[in-house]
């Protein structure tokens, strides 16, 4: 939505660079995550998941960092385009199974040409 | 293309008004969600609902209200409409027992409260 990001803190990258997006949970016990981007005026989108009993997973341009440790998460996006100009934020599963999820506030990523 | 409608993308209503929301989803997807996005507060999910006529509370229920009659349609029902009930309203599904804990997003819809 149009007003989504007012408050959100932004990260600005220049085209063709790396783009590293974090993330805090909150509960230890979680064990499923979840990237979403929203372009402006739209719904939130699927980029790619990660359970508790892997540390990374590689998708196309993305890779998804997981530290139980500190209960961090990461997004990095790879030689970054334009198109990836958006607000992106994290989700974790409550409870397993439940679909239920808490969503961070989000990161507004500006790419910059 | 799979697919998650929701049928008006802004409203404005008056305090006191009814208001309906109403969500469509084409994936034959068991689980539907309503969630209200907030500047600053993320997604904080209102309503959800495992199966038809079957729906329960979220973390911010008060004021509203669900239907679930059947399984493609989840609607979001605000029985008096307050100024504190303007914001982004988004209707989500997802399915059981696939690979993912995906949720298909609608495009949202504004509601302003007078």
């Known amino acids: 939505g149009e007003s989504v990001g007012l408050h959100l803190p932004t990260l600005s990258v220049q085209e063709g660079d790396n783009s590293i997006i974090n993330c805090a949970y909150s509960?230890?016990?979680?064990?499923?995550f979840i990237w979403y981007k929203q372009e402006s005026g739209k719904g939130p989108q699927f980029i790619i998941d990660?359970?508790?009993?892997?540390d990374k997973r590689q998708g196309q341009r993305v890779t998804v960092l997981l530290n139980k440790t500190v209960k961090h998460l990461s997004l990095q996006i790879a030689a970054t385009q334009p198109g990836d100009s958006a607000v992106y934020f994290c989700?974790?599963?409550?409870?397993?199974?439940?679909?239920?999820?808490?969503f961070g506030t989000g990161t507004r990523l500006k790419v910059l040409a | 293309d799979v697919k998650v409608t929701q049928s008006s993308r802004y409203l404005v209503k008056r305090t006191g008004e009814k208001v309906f929301l109403e969500c469509v989803q084409d994936m034959d997807h068991e689980n539907m969600f309503w969630y209200r996005q907030d500047p600053g507060l993320g997604l904080r999910l209102i309503y959800f609902s495992y199966d038809v006529k079957m729906k329960e509370k979220g973390d911010i229920p008060e004021g509203y209200s669900v239907s679930r009659e059947k399984k493609e349609r989840f609607s979001l029902i605000l029985e008096s409409a307050s100024t504190n009930q303007t914001s982004m309203y988004l209707c989500?599904?997802?399915?059981?027992?696939?690979?993912?804990?995906?949720?298909?997003f609608g495009e949202g819809s504004r509601l302003t409260v007078l």
């Open positions: 509960n230890s016990a979680s064990d499923y």
């Open positions: 989500a599904s997802s399915s059981v027992g696939t690979a993912t804990g995906e949720l298909f």
């Open positions: 989700a974790e599963e409550t409870t397993s199974g439940t679909y239920k999820y808490i």
């Open positions: 990660i359970r508790s009993n892997m």
